[in-house]
């Protein structure tokens, strides 16, 4: 047998290759002085909630910090429980424990994602929130996991850092609960310079709740509240994705970040959850 080794992409051949069109946007940028909570980001989270097929998208610093301030912005309370997928990353259950609240890591099924009757079966008094991570391009049973939540009266909030682009039954994943985050890291599916997230909700007082909470210091000038983060997507991590992201229309295919310039050709394939699990 041959061995055979796929090589990690690289960033600098990358950045390389669209240098100039990245410096243009870093140009336009700093003559705007447009470093944060700018008309980009906006536009940003305008067409990222287009392509979802969302109410609201707020940019965020990370996915890690999105997760954390949806549950919040939801309403867990301390000490209550989140059951999650065993097979995620550790940023999932952190942004549990960063909320106050107990994560409950379940078994997964067969496609590697959270096994819907293992979350019926670990439900307890103390449960509020299913956080399914979509993962690897697939999205979980979100049919079945929304029968055990309305059976219990659980909220869902997706971990769907990994999952922009797939879809279980035409619909987008971040758009099945209460709220979702995606991460924007660059090795993500849409990566941009550094580090950075969104929220997607469809709920209007959930996003009310996250801007205070993301965004307290704009909203309480130089003072923060108690309890109050600041975690902003700010315009320069973002660029990257922004360039792409802003001419994206109704049913295109996301143009990714970095990786349209490796191997998709500026396509990926809409994951489908029954195509690929079958
Ligand atoms: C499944 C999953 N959840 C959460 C995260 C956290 O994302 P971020 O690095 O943007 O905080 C990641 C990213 O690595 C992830 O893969």
Redesign the pocket.
Known sequence: MTDRSVPFFSYPDLFGRYAEEYLEMVKSVGCRGAYILQEDLARFERNLAAFLGAKHTLGVG??????HFALRAAGLCPGDEVILSSH??V??AA?VHFAGGVPIPVECGADHLIDPDAVASAVSPRTRFIMP?Q?NGRTCRMDRLQAVADRHGLLIVE?A??ALGSRFQGRAAGTFGIAA?I???P??VLGCFG???AVVTQDDQVREKLLVRSRQRFRCGSERQDGGCASEADVLNLFGAVGVVANLGGNELVVLGFHRHRSFDGRLPLLNHDLVAG
Do not use: P
């Not at 990370?62 to 997760?67: E, I, M, R, S």
């Open positions: 990370n996915a890690t910090d999105g997760l995620t990353m940023a999932t942004a991570t993962l971990d850092a990994q985050a991460s924007f890291y090795a993500k580090d950075g997230g």
